[in-house]
């Protein structure tokens, strides 16, 4: 099936910094990505859409300017928390649709998932 | 999109056949049903797709009644492998933003030797 690969898989960073997450689609093209967020024992959230060649489409209160997302190619999509605090903390999940000739499927694959932990 | 319900936990031994229910009362017309299950530190993984009646696939079975307003997810003989949490999705997957899927809060199923 359809691969979706997330890096870093696990990031560590002091409060103030910016940490960038990737999405790649590896085999497969992806006009859109998603981003969800998962706190421990709880569901996953989703935070935006991102898409390709266009600016990304955030869910209700998710800061676009704290949670940049960009989508400039095809098969990447990059998540970058600016400024994280420890409550940015959490296991950052990534998906992508697999579209076959010009039709979605409707199949989701996700990445493996960032843990993102501040200090 | 539609809101789905599903039971918090649900506990099983190895062998046995689990079914989940889901309820979504208010799916729409083009609305499909999809669970997904997810291990510990790990993404979503799909398991099964339906529109209306029933689905076989090599992992598990969908059954959808006629009103469609609720989904069952059966897993056969299941292993203590199968200990995951099972989400029940719904929406209109036929394209672009559309794909956007609301996760609930999902079934934890703890399968016991």
């Known amino acids: 099936g359809a691969v979706v690969s997330q890096h870093p898989s696990r990031v560590i960073c002091k409060s103030g910094t910016s940490v960038k997450i990737e999405c790649r689609s590896l085999d497969f093209q992806a006009t859109t990505m998603f981003w969800y967020r998962q706190f421990p024992k709880q569901s996953l959230m989703l935070m935006a859409t991102?898409?390709?060649?266009?600016?990304?489409?955030?869910e209700q209160g998710v800061e676009k300017d704290k949670f940049l997302i960009n989508h400039a190619s095809l098969t990447l999509s990059t998540l970058t928390v600016t400024s994280a605090h420890p409550e940015d903390s959490s296991f950052y999940i990534c998906?992508?649709?697999?579209?076959?000739?010009?039709?979605?499927?409707?199949?989701?694959?996700f990445g493996e998932g960032s843990r993102l932990t501040v200090l | 999109l539609a809101k789905t319900t599903q039971p918090i936990s649900m506990d099983s031994y190895e062998g046995q056949e689990v079914n989940i229910t889901c309820s979504h009362n208010?799916?729409?017309?083009?609305?499909?049903i999809t669970w997904y299950q997810q291990f510990p530190s790990q993404g979503p993984r799909f398991i099964i797709q339906?529109?209306?009646t029933k689905v076989t696939n090599e992992v598990a079975s969908l059954f959808i009644p006629a009103d469609r307003k609720s989904s069952t997810l059966s897993l056969p003989r299941v292993s203590l492998s199968d200990t995951a949490v099972y989400y029940c999705l719904v929406g209109d997957i036929r394209g672009g933003a559309t794909n956007k899927l609301i996760f609930g809060t999902g079934t934890l199923l703890a399968v016991q030797p």
């Open positions: 991102s898409n390709e060649g266009s600016k990304a489409t955030y």
């Open positions: 339906g529109y209306k």
């Open positions: 998906s992508a649709g697999l579209t076959v000739q010009g039709r979605v499927t409707g199949e989701l694959f």
């Open positions: 208010n799916i729409a017309t083009n609305d499909y």
